[in-house]
């Protein structure tokens, strides 16, 4: 059975950081790209970034280049996001999924984020 | 990209053809899939390619499309098709989801 479970999610004064990790299992983790999305209270997904299989791409949505960093390691079969300068907009319940070209088909129960004073 | 999806949200019978649309604002070739997801829970990929069906999915559920306008179809709706459902394109970063769509039963 495939497994995603997200990790490091909580309560961040705004400018603060956060690293998430998702541990896979039950899949060749190697064999996927990877994604995080996210969710805000009571609104819909937002895709926030992507890795290729072996850590050579990485892909963001413009409202986080330059404060996230998306980065996996294969040997350990998991998927990290890095969250830095954080915003209260960036709060949310953040998932990770494992994607095909076409579509997301496994993804975590999600960890929530978020950003108060 | 953007994804315009309709309606926002709607109420249905149990064994009604259920039809929400999502149109893209350019083209996306078939790199278009479907979501179902319930209150608390973590979307479930539904429909993949445009209109593959996933494993394990019902088969009252289907997809089409018709040059930027893709269609989820539920041939009847059964009590635990409720939850919102979401159009996603993966053809061009960033990638983007439609806004949902909210189905309830009557």
């Known amino acids: 059975e495939v497994q995603l479970v997200e990790s490091g999610g909580g309560l961040v004064q705004p400018g603060g950081s956060l690293r998430l990790s998702c541990a896979a299992s039950?899949?060749?983790?190697?064999?996927?790209?990877m994604s995080w999305v996210r969710q805000a209270p009571g609104k819909g997904l937002e895709w926030v970034a992507n890795i290729k299989k072996d850590g050579s791409e990485r892909n963001y949505v413009d409202s986080v280049k330059g404060r996230f960093t998306i980065s996996r390691d294969n040997a350990k079969n998991s998927l990290y996001l890095q969250m830095n300068s954080l915003r209260v907009e960036d709060t949310a319940v953040y998932y990770c999924?494992?994607?095909?070209?076409?579509?997301?088909?496994?993804w975590g129960q999600g960890t929530l984020v978020t950003v108060s004073s | 990209i953007q994804l315009t999806q309709s309606p926002s949200s709607l109420s249905a019978s149990v064994g009604d053809r259920v039809t929400i649309t999502c149109r893209a604002s350019?083209?996306?070739?078939?790199?278009l899939a479907w979501y179902q997801q319930k209150p608390g829970k973590a979307p479930k990929l539904l429909i993949y390619?445009?209109?593959t069906l996933q494993s394990g999915v019902p088969s009252r559920f289907s997809g089409s499309e018709s040059g930027t306008d893709f269609t989820l179809t539920i041939s009847s709706l059964q009590p635990e098709d409720f939850g919102t459902y979401y159009c996603q394109q993966l053809n061009s970063y960033p990638q983007t989801f439609g806004q949902g769509t909210k189905v309830e039963i009557k």
């Open positions: 350019q083209g996306i070739r078939s790199y």
């Open positions: 039950g899949l060749t983790f190697s064999n996927y790209w």
């Open positions: 999924a494992t994607e095909r070209p076409s579509g997301c088909d496994y």
């Open positions: 390619a445009a209109s």
